[in-house]
């Protein structure tokens, strides 16, 4: 079982600027992956990095970057040079190897300002 | 379009009536998902197929509702009876899992359920 808290209901940035959004999660999984998917409103879901708990490498995809601290279960998105389009609901979500469902958190909305 | 598909957009229909949703995966995706969200909340789990085998239910998906992949191509997901409480996104997904790992899941557009 996993549960996921995403302790940020909103969060604004102004464009070109960084922001970081947190998500902590606890998992009875030995080994398990992570996600952040972003939700603009237009609501289809789209995958924005994943990580591999076994890695202790965080990973990077263009601006976007995570943060994983595996002891902590914390696993944060740090989006750089923030962009009009970047402005979204951002969800962290695990994923066990054992099982194939995504656990959700309940979002961060990120405003992006001009 | 490659990605995945879902039909119909959007669907209002009165309470005590049926409905079907269906999903077009991506095309060499072995595995598919669906999902619900209600408005301000992140998805919620409801199953999942590998091919046309249903391997794990959500203590969410109650007796009036019903999944199929009968070919292990598309799905479809049946709610009978419908109540307000049903009143959601319904979000299907797919990933190709060949064996060793799992990976990551692609999302459909969804489709927006209105029981009056």
């Known amino acids: 079982a996993q549960t996921v808290t995403q302790s940020q209901p909103e969060m604004s940035v102004q464009e070109a600027e960084t922001v970081t959004l947190s998500c902590t999660y606890d998992?009875?999984?030995?080994?398990?992956?992570l996600f952040w998917y972003k939700q603009p409103p237009s609501r289809q879901m789209i995958l924005v990095i994943r990580q591999e708990a076994y890695k202790q490498q965080n990973a990077t995809e263009n601006r976007f970057s995570v943060n994983f601290q595996k002891a902590a279960k914390s696993f944060s998105l740090k989006i750089s040079d923030s962009q009009l389009g970047d402005a979204a609901m951002y969800f962290c979500a695990p994923l066990g190897t054992s099982g194939s469902r995504l656990t959700f958190g309940e979002g961060t909305q990120l405003t992006v300002n001009p | 379009d490659t990605g995945v598909s879902q039909d119909p957009r959007h669907k209002i229909t009165k309470r005590g009536q049926n409905v079907t949703f269906r999903c077009d995966p991506i095309s060499e995706h072995n595995r598919l998902y669906w999902y619900r969200q209600t408005l301000g909340q992140g998805p919620e789990f409801l199953t999942y197929f590998q091919n046309e085998a249903q391997l794990e239910k959500s203590r969410l998906l109650s007796d009036r509702f019903s999944a199929e992949r009968p070919k292990g191509s598309f799905s479809t997901l049946e709610i009978q009876r419908t109540e307000q409480g049903d009143s959601a996104m319904y979000l299907c997904?797919?990933?190709?899992?060949?064996?060793?790992?799992?990976?990551?899941?692609?999302f459909g557009p969804g489709t927006r359920l209105t029981v009056t």
């Open positions: 998992t009875s999984e030995s080994d398990y992956y």
């Open positions: 997904a797919s990933s190709f899992s060949p064996g060793e790992g799992l990976y990551e899941q692609y």
